[in-house]
């Protein structure tokens, strides 16, 4: 018996697992039937839909002949035409393709005739189906007269160049620009300002730069004021490295051996001693001294001090004064002569003492120029040493040399084999 009712069961079990089995596959043939029937009809109707699409741009119709008319929107064009929301109305095929950039909306300027201020439509149409809404869907402008002003381009610096390097003088592709707007904008405009940023730099400039318009106290302008496209200047500057170079004075000296007889060249000095100059670097390697234009001594018998222009070499820029002084110290030459065993008298001794020196002589050398030399005989070299007021007894004695004038004792030079002597003195 029990066997019966476990066959039985398993014969129903079995009965019903077909049964869901079968109804499972119905049921997923009527889903995809289900599914390819609202494609087809979706693809035969192709029903509409609305899409809302933010963030589109509004420009201009119309902004030539607003200016053939001596007129210009005024303000800056960011602020003045407003992002727009959009809703389109498409066909679901092109829900996915309409965007922003399906989208035109603009305003028209061309009814404009006067300076005034003006609410106008803003008016969008999509590539991709009609335009049901526009948000905003006007704007209100200022038209004004329009206005040029042409102001100077100002070239301003920041920085400095890298340690040993020099910025020449920049040249700009312009020195003025024409600024266009609305008249009361372009009033407030006195210059264009070339920035040119110099920090670390070691290399030259031969680029493109943005100008910046400024007012007269020095403050930005707003560029979107204007009508023209951002301007620009090309700029070309040098920037090379720098050195420092010693002034050749010495060589700069002609004649040197043909100055007046008994004439030498004592030195040569330059002022300055030295100048800066700048080149690229294969240009001014190994350079040390600079050269200048000739200064000719020659029969000179006296100094002589000239300007003279420095030879500045090849594809090296001079960054200082292009002279220097040179000044030629000429002399007569010197002589040397030595007096031996001059005889040392002496003076301011009373009539009834007597003296006695350690040292009766001594030899004078003398050293001068050679002219004044040559009047120098050995009888006008003399010794002596002064004893008034001295006591009877022994003392010490400053020997002293005479010339027979003032400017020899001035300007010959005189050295003495003995300074002091013992002098001894009896009443």
Known sequence: MK?????????????????????????????????????????????????TVNNV??????????????????????????????????????????????????VSLRAISKPDTYKLKINAVSQNGSVVEITPSEITIEVATMAARTV??????????????????????????????AAEDVAQVVKAVCPIDLTGRKTGINESVALKLVDAQGEPVNMALFTDALPSVVVRMDVLKTAVLEVDAQGAVLGEDALAKNFELAHVVATPATVRVAGTESAIEGLTTISTEKLDVSGRSESLMQTLALIVPENVTLLDDPTVSIFADIRERTETRVFTDVPIEIIGLPRKQSATLSMESGSVTVVGRVSLMRQLQRGDVQLHIDVSGMTPGEHTAQVVVKLPSESMTNELSCVLSVHTVTVKIKA
């Open 152 to 181: 100077p381009v100002e070239v301003e610096y920041t920085g400095t160049t890298a340690t040993n390097y020099w910025a020449g003088e920049p040249t700009l592709s312009a020195q003025n620009l024409i600024v266009r707007g």
């Open 57 to 106: 741009s509004i420009s201009f119709v119309g902004e030539d002949d607003l200016r053939a008319k001596n007129l210009v929107v005024r303000g800056d064009k960011s602020k003045v035409l407003p992002k727009a929301t959009v809703q389109v109305s498409t066909e679901l095929a092109k829900y996915g393709s309409v965007d922003a950039s399906t989208i035109t909306a603009t």
């Open 3 to 51: 066997n019966k009712i476990k066959r039985l069961g398993a014969a129903l079990l079995a009965h019903l697992k077909s049964f869901v089995a079968v109804n499972t596959v119905l049921k997923i043939i009527s889903l995809l039937f289900a599914m390819l029937l609202w494609f087809y009809v979706m693809i035969e109707t192709n029903p509409s839909r609305t899409k």
